[in-house]
């Protein structure tokens, strides 16, 4: 997206306000404070790279960005700024570019960047396995007992993975957004799920989109060992132009309205983010990084270690549901889920109390 923004921009960004949904997880901190464990701001002194990630994407397979012509090339188009850490920076991107109404109507495809991940290869662990970062920017954005709401300014992508190189499975993503934003209007986040680009990573703030490989573990290539979630050496990331001609994948997703009986939503919804864009158009990608483990769930804000903090946040939803204002999809511990929060996911943070990650355990501040 283009750093400069016009007053009229300025105005669509009003327009789009849309009510919240329930995909309020926070990201996860590109940068910690090795003290306090807390999100520091990349430039600060005493930030440290978070040493939840094990590793990072080592190398460019393909870099198709959307068409020859977009105003991205030669500023925007170096594919190995998406290689190593997450710095935070802005400018740290390379863009997937942007397909304009006649190139969607000539049938072009999206751009996309398919990168490897040499040894860290990627597993289905417990919890979360890898995080994506875009420079998304904030507009309005709020955190609070464990749940991230508020209007991004926000590119979104649909995330694939491969074992082999060549056969893929993309999450199945789900986008609440109502309508048309315009040229850099803004989304409600929490609208959002398994599509990369909802977390905020600019002006100090560094937060990558996290993904969890058990979400396809149903899907028949999976099932078929055809794709090996314990063994994923390639992440796909596939610009979505959000201009309502893509759709998400929301059919046999869980609907937040039927509760508590649950049905899935009855159909897929277009995708919409700010459309038309300039510059360095489309999905802007930073960085993926791979992350350790999590042996203990009750570990609610990825801190390291079970404590009063996750105590407070399973305590801010408690008898909450899936759907509810102050759900919070982190504190629903208990197995199999209900999409509750109630005393058996409070029984499973007081058997995990005061329990330490290994990666934390393991840390040195160099």
């Known amino acids: 997206m283009p750093r400069a923004m016009t007053t009229s921009m300025f105005l669509c960004l009003g327009a789009a306000l849309a009510r919240g949904g329930p995909y309020t997880e926070p990201g996860i901190n590109g940068y910690v404070h090795p003290v306090t464990w807390r999100h520091a701001n990349p430039l600060s002194a005493d930030a440290v790279l978070n040493p939840i990630f094990r590793g990072w994407a080592t190398a460019v397979v393909e870099y198709a960005p959307a068409d020859q012509t977009w105003l991205g090339l030669g500023v925007w188009n170096d594919p190995t700024k998406a290689l190593g850490p997450a710095t935070g920076q802005s400018f740290d991107v390379v863009s997937l570019g942007e397909l304009e109404r006649k190139e969607i109507d000539q049938g072009l ?8 991940f040499g040894p860290a290869a990627i597993r289905n662990g417990k919890g979360y396995d890898f ?12 955190t609070q007992m464990g749940s991230a709401q508020g209007q991004m300014l926000a590119e979104l ?8 190189g060549r056969d893929f499975v993309r999450f199945p993503g789900v986008s609440r957004t109502p309508g048309p934003v315009g040229p850099y209007g803004t989304i409600a986040i929490s609208n959002i799920h398994n599509l990369a680009g909802k977390h905020p990573n600019a002006n100090g703030l560094c937060t990558g989109t996290p993904f969890d490989l058990e979400d396809l573990a149903d899907l028949p290539r999976v099932r078929a060992g055809i794709v090996d979630l314990n063994d994923i050496r390639y992440v796909r990331l596939v610009d979505v132009p959000g201009s309502g001609h893509f759709f998400d994948e929301a059919a046999g997703q869980i609907d937040p309205a039927t509760g508590p009986d649950w049905a899935p939503y009855p159909s897929n919804h277009p995708i919409y983010d700010m459309w038309p864009t300039w510059g360095s158009g489309g999905f802007d990608l930073e960085a993926v990084g791979v992350l350790h483990e999590q042996e203990h769930a009750a570990d609610l804000n990825l801190d390291g270690t079970v404590n009063y903090h996750d105590l407070a946040l399973l305590a801010g939803a408690w008898q909450s549901r899936f759907g509810d204002k102050r759900w919070n999809g982190r504190s629903d511990l208990a197995r199999p889920k209900n999409l509750f929060i109630d005393s058996r996911d409070f029984a499973v943070l007081a058997d995990q109390w005061g329990h330490i990650e290994r990666w ?7």
Do not use: H, W
């Not at 495809?109 to 490897?116: E, F, M, N």
């Not at 934390?360 to 160099?366: L, S, V, W």
């Open 109 to 116: 495809p999206p751009g996309s960047i398919t990168l490897a």
């Open 131 to 142: 995080a994506v970062f875009e420079n998304a920017f904030i507009s309005q954005f709020t």
């Open 157 to 164: 992508a649909y995330v694939e993975v491969s074992t082999n």
């Open 360 to 366: 934390r355990t393991e840390f040195k501040d160099e």
